[in-house]
């Protein structure tokens, strides 16, 4: 999206010039799926897609919402009269929470209120994270309009609380941070117990590969009560194995510990979080040896755990990742994201990916499913303002 055609229409809609144009990226996870909520790893990493978000302060207490994307015209609320959604208020309840929730912490400034016009290259529903992109970049540019005293860390922790008590959605932390935190040419090693995080290079032209994502265009929605049914699971887990999170158990432990469990869901969804915590750690140790294709087969064990275990893939996603485990160039796949559609990805030789992207997309003409989009996933910078 050009800035100047962003400026323009912020223009022309609030009758003023913004103060300043923001972005904020989608994102990929690598791998560490439903880990984030149980004080466990993740490994993301940011995305070229990003939302731009033009954005003036007021003074008023009037906060004007408009998306370019969606045809819809602004929507206006009182800052003063904003409250904790009972049902989907649709995309400016992700920009509204945000709001909300820097005046929760007492951050007085944004009460004055705020023009707002933005357009995405996110895909949405795609388990990009497009909700924690709109969010990271609004925070973002109240932070520095109103030179707020938060710290990338506190803006990811904040955006979080903001889509959980807002829109009431209970993600974890991971989407936040890597729209906020993310660099350029890695990927994100995230703690999330303590938010400590390292960057990890992944490089992935540099050693003849690629890693593409497959949008199945198979819409998800995580407030439908299917992400927070598995999240209660876990907790329900962690309590019967008298742990704060299911990050405190050891791997090592895994059998004996899904002994003592008698709800069979409850076990599935215990072995899943815990094998995948694991994963997190063979993945980075792989990265950080330089054996990138070695990572191939635990995006498979990945997508079995997420398929079989916590029951959150689709026969879109199955078919992405059937297909590349048979083809040649593909090293791995797994959906990636919330699951019940969205994206799967896939590591490959770089000289594969043409053949590859044919083999799928045949895959889902002889399916009768919609064709997906297919695009290499290169690993960018995270939030910024950029005029």
């Known amino acids: 999206m050009d800035l100047g055609r962003l400026t323009a229409e912020f223009e022309e809609l609030y009758g003023v010039e913004p103060e300043g144009i923001w972005a904020a990226p989608g994102r990929v996870n690598l791998i560490g799926e439903y880990t984030d909520f149980n004080d466990g790893f993740v490994m993301p990493f940011a995305l070229p897609h990003t939302v731009r978000l033009a954005a003036a302060r007021r003074t008023d207490g009037l906060l004007r919402l408009h998306s370019g994307d969606n045809g819809e015209g602004v929507t206006e609320v009182r800052v003063d009269g904003l409250k904790a959604l009972s049902e989907d208020g649709g995309w400016w309840s992700y920009l509204a929470g945000v709001v909300w929730a820097l005046g929760e912490a007492g951050h007085t400034a944004v009460h004055g209120g705020a023009d707002v016009h933005l357009r995405s290259a996110v895909p949405t529903g795609a388990g990009l994270s497009s909700s924690a992109a709109l969010e990271v970049a609004l925070g973002l540019a109240l932070v520095d309009l109103h030179r707020l005293p938060l710290d990338r860390t506190g803006l990811a922790k904040l955006c979080q609380y903001a889509e959980n008590h807002f829109v009431g959605v209970p993600v974890g932390i991971m989407d936040q941070t890597a729209a906020a935190c993310c660099e350029e040419g890695h990927a994100l090693l995230l703690d999330t117990r303590d938010q400590s995080r390292r960057q990890i290079p992944f490089d992935l032209p540099a050693r003849g590969l690629s890693l593409l994502v497959v949008d199945t265009r198979v819409q998800h929605a995580l407030g439908d009560g299917a992400y927070a049914e598995r999240r209660a699971g876990c907790e329900e887990g962690a309590r019967l194995l008298g742990v704060s999170h299911l990050r405190d158990v050891p791997y090592e432990e895994l059998d004996a510990s899904l002994?003592?469990?008698?709800?069979?869901?409850?076990?599935?969804?215990?072995?899943?979080?815990?094998?995948?915590?694991?994963?997190?750690?063979?993945?980075?140790?792989?990265?950080?040896?330089?054996?990138?294709?070695?990572?191939?087969?635990?995006?498979?064990?990945?997508?079995?755990?997420?398929?079989?275990?916590?029951?959150?893939?689709?026969?879109?996603?199955?078919?992405?990742?059937?297909?590349?485990?048979?083809?040649?160039?593909?090293?791995?796949?797994?959906m990636t994201g919330g699951g019940f559609g969205g994206s799967a990805i896939v590591l490959a030789d770089a000289d594969a990916v043409a053949e590859l992207t044919r083999s799928i997309e045949a895959a889902f003409e002889a399916a009768g499913h919609r064709t997906p989009r297919i695009f290499p996933a290169v690993p960018s910078a995270g939030a910024q303002q950029l005029a």
């Open 259 to 334: 002994a003592r469990l008698p709800d069979e869901r409850v076990r599935r969804y215990v072995r899943h979080v815990v094998s995948d915590n694991h994963r997190v750690q063979q993945v980075s140790a792989l990265l950080d040896a330089g054996d990138v294709r070695a990572v191939g087969p635990l995006l498979l064990e990945g997508h079995a755990s997420l398929r079989d275990d916590l029951r959150i893939s689709c026969p879109e996603l199955d078919l992405v990742v059937e297909t590349a485990a048979h083809a040649p160039g593909a090293y791995g796949a797994r």
